[in-house]
C-alpha cells in the first residue's frame, strides 16, 4: 500500500490495523453513529431496515475495494431522495423506486469516468480555502437543527427528559474524550451512547417490546432486481431515473464536501490518491448494490467523519470492522431490533458534539490558510454560504425535486469565487 501523510494527533492512520479488542470497539462505535439515520431513511420511505443496513453494510465495502482501500468513508442511506422515493412507493413500488437508485448509481459512474479523463486540477481553482471553509462549517451546522430537535422533544412535543439524555450523553462523551486514555480513550462517542441509554433507560424512554418479539435470526426483505413489487413484475419507469438523476448533483457536493473534510483532518488529499474517480465510482457501485437488493441509494456520512475527528482514528480497517458489523445485524433480529430501540435523545446528543466537530474542522481550514476576513471577497463568500446553508434556503422544483441548502450554499460558493475579483475595488 501506499504511504500516507502521517497526521501527528493521529492514534491509528489510514492503514493501520488496530488490535482485536480496541478495533471491535472503534468498529462499534461507527456503527452505532451512522445507524439512526441509515434506517430512519428507509423507515420514512416505507423500506426494510435490515436491507438498509445490509446495503449500507456491502456499499462500504464496496466503496473500499473501488477506492483500493484508502479512503475511510462510511456509506448510509442518503436523505436527498427521500421525497421521490415517497411518491414512487405510494404509487408504483419499489420497481420504480429501484430503478431510480440504480440510475442514481449509474449517474456517479458517468462522472467519474469524466473525472477521470479530464482529471481533477480543476478542483483547486473552484474550491479554495476561502470557499472550502465555509461549506465545511455548513456540512456539519446544516444538521444542528436535528440533533437539537432530537435532543430536547419526544413525537414532536418539549420533553425536560430528552434533555436531560441527550445532556448526559454529550458531557459524557466530552469527559471520556478528554479524560480517559488507552482503549477508553478509543471510545469516547460509543461510551457517550452507552451511558446516554443506561440514562434513557431509568426515564423510561426505552421500548424493549421489539426486541423482545424479535427473532435471534430474521431474513431481511430483499427486493432483488426489482422483482418483488409492483404485482411481483418489474417494468421499466424511465420516469422515475428522470426524477432521481438530478438530486445526483446535491449527492455530489455533499461528496466533495465530506472528502474535503477528510483531507483536514486525516492530512491525506483523497482526490490524488485514490482520486476523485475512484471515490465516485465507489459511491455509484455501491448505490447499484443497494438498487439490486431493495435498499435506498447510498452516500458518504458526516456522522462517521466526525467519530473519526474525535477518536483520531483513520484507520480504514476500523470502517471496514464496521461494514461486517453492519452486514450481519442486518440477519440478526434481536441485536438490530437492539439498536433501533437507542432513542433519539441519545443520538441526538452525540450529534450535538459530531455536528459540531466537523463545523470546527471548516475553521480550521480557514485558520490554518490565514483567510482574511477583513478582505471584502472573502467576507461576501462566507457569509452568504454560512446563511443560506445553515438555514437550509433550499430550491425545491416539480414537488419531487428538492436541492438542499447545503447543494445550493456550496454552488454559490463555487459562483462567487469564479466571478468576484481577487481585489476587490
Known amino acids: 500500500m501506499k504511504k500516507t501523510v502521517e497526521s501527528e494527533q493521529a492514534i491509528y492512520n489510514l492503514y493501520d490495523r488496530p488490535p482485536l479488542l480496541p478495533?471491535?470497539?472503534?468498529?462499534?462505535?461507527?456503527?452505532?453513529?451512522?445507524?439512526?439515520?441509515?434506517?430512519?431513511?428507509?423507515?420514512?420511505?416505507?423500506?426494510?431496515?435490515?436491507?438498509?443496513?445490509?446495503?449500507s453494510g456491502v456499499g462500504t465495502l464496496i466503496h473500499l475495494l473501488t477506492t483500493h482501500g484508502r479512503v475511510p468513508a462510511y456509506m448510509g442511506s442518503s436523505f436527498a431522495f427521500i421525497i421521490p422515493m415517497v411518491s414512487m412507493m405510494k404509487t408504483v413500488g419499489y420497481s420504480a423506486v429501484g430503478q431510480g437508485v440504480v440510475s442514481v448509481g449509474l449517474c456517479y459512474l458517468v462522472i467519474a469516468l469524466i473525472v477521470a479523463k479530464a482529471g481533477t486540477a480543476w478542483i483547486d481553482k473552484i474550491f479554495p480555502p476561502e470557499v472550502v471553509g465555509p461549506v465545511i462549517m455548513v456540512i456539519g451546522l446544516s444538521l444542528?437543527?436535528?440533533?437539537?430537535?432530537?435532543?430536547?422533544?419526544?413525537?414532536?412535543?418539549?420533553d425536560m427528559r430528552a434533555?436531560?439524555?441527550?445532556?448526559?450523553?454529550?458531557?459524557?462523551?466530552?469527559?471520556?474524550?478528554?479524560?480517559?486514555?488507552?482503549?477508553?480513550?478509543?471510545?469516547?462517542?460509543l461510551l457517550g451512547i452507552i451511558f446516554g441509554y443506561i440514562c434513557a433507560l431509568l426515564f423510561g424512554l426505552v421500548d424493549f417490546s421489539p426486541v423482545m418479539q424479535a427473532d435471534w435470526f430474521s431474513l431481511p426483505h430483499f427486493d432483488f432486481f426489482f422483482a418483488g413489487s409492483a404485482k411481483h413484475a418489474a417494468h421499466f419507469y424511465p420516469m422515475a431515473m428522470l426524477t432521481m438523476m438530478p438530486l445526483v448533483l446535491v449527492t455530489l457536493s455533499e461528496h466533495l464536501g465530506h472528502l474535503?473534510?477528510?483531507?483536514?483532518?486525516?492530512?491525506?488529499?483523497f482526490f490524488k490518491d485514490p482520486g476523485l474517480s475512484k471515490?465516485?465510482?465507489?459511491?455509484?457501485?455501491?448505490?447499484?448494490?443497494?438498487?439490486l437488493v431493495g435498499g435506498p441509494a447510498l452516500t458518504s456520512y458526516g456522522?462517521?467523519?466526525?467519530?473519526?475527528?474525535?477518536?483520531?482514528?483513520?484507520s480504514v480497517w476500523v470502517i471496514a470492522g464496521a461494514a461486517v458489523f453492519a452486514s450481519i445485524f442486518a440477519f440478526i433480529g434481536k441485536l438490530a431490533a437492539l439498536i433501533r430501540s437507542v432513542p433519539g435523545a441519545v443520538t441526538g446528543g452525540v450529534g450535538l458534539m459530531l455536528y459540531g466537530?466537523?463545523?470546527?474542522a471548516g475553521i480550521q481550514v480557514m485558520v490554518d490558510n490565514r483567510i482574511d476576513y477583513g478582505k471584502k471577497r472573502n467576507l461576501l463568500i462566507a457569509g452568504p454560504v454560512l446563511v443560506v446553508g445553515i438555514g437550509n434556503f433550499h430550491l425545491?422544483?416539480?414537488?419531487?425535486?428538492?436541492?438542499?441548502?447545503?447543494?445550493?450554499a456550496t454552488l454559490l460558493g463555487i459562483i462567487l469565487n469564479l466571478i468576484l475579483p481577487k481585489e476587490s475595488k
Not at 478495533?23 to 438498509?52: E, W
Not at 458531557?171 to 469516547?188: E, Q
Not at 465507489?282 to 447499484?288: E, F, P, Q, T, Y
Not at 456522522?303 to 483513520?314: D, T, Y
Request: net charge negative.
Open 144 to 158: 444542528a437543527q436535528t440533533a437539537a430537535q432530537s435532543g430536547t422533544e419526544i413525537n414532536g412535543q418539549y
Open 303 to 314: 456522522e462517521n467523519i466526525g467519530v473519526m475527528q474525535l477518536s483520531r482514528v483513520f
Open 163 to 189: 434533555f436531560i439524555v441527550a445532556g448526559v450523553t454529550l458531557l459524557v462523551t466530552i469527559f471520556c474524550n478528554f479524560y480517559l486514555k488507552g482503549f477508553l480513550g478509543l471510545i469516547p462517542v
Open 279 to 291: 471515490t465516485l465510482a465507489g459511491d455509484g457501485l455501491a448505490s447499484v448494490f443497494a438498487g
Open 260 to 269: 474535503l473534510v477528510l483531507k483536514k483532518v486525516t492530512g491525506h488529499d
Open 396 to 408: 425545491q422544483l416539480l414537488s419531487e425535486v428538492d436541492f438542499s441548502g447545503v447543494a445550493i
Open 357 to 360: 466537530v466537523i463545523a470546527a
Open 23 to 55: 478495533f471491535i470497539g472503534l468498529s462499534l462505535q461507527h456503527l452505532f453513529s451512522m445507524f439512526g439515520a441509515t434506517i430512519l431513511v428507509p423507515l420514512l420511505v416505507g423500506l426494510d431496515p435490515a436491507v438498509a443496513l445490509f446495503a
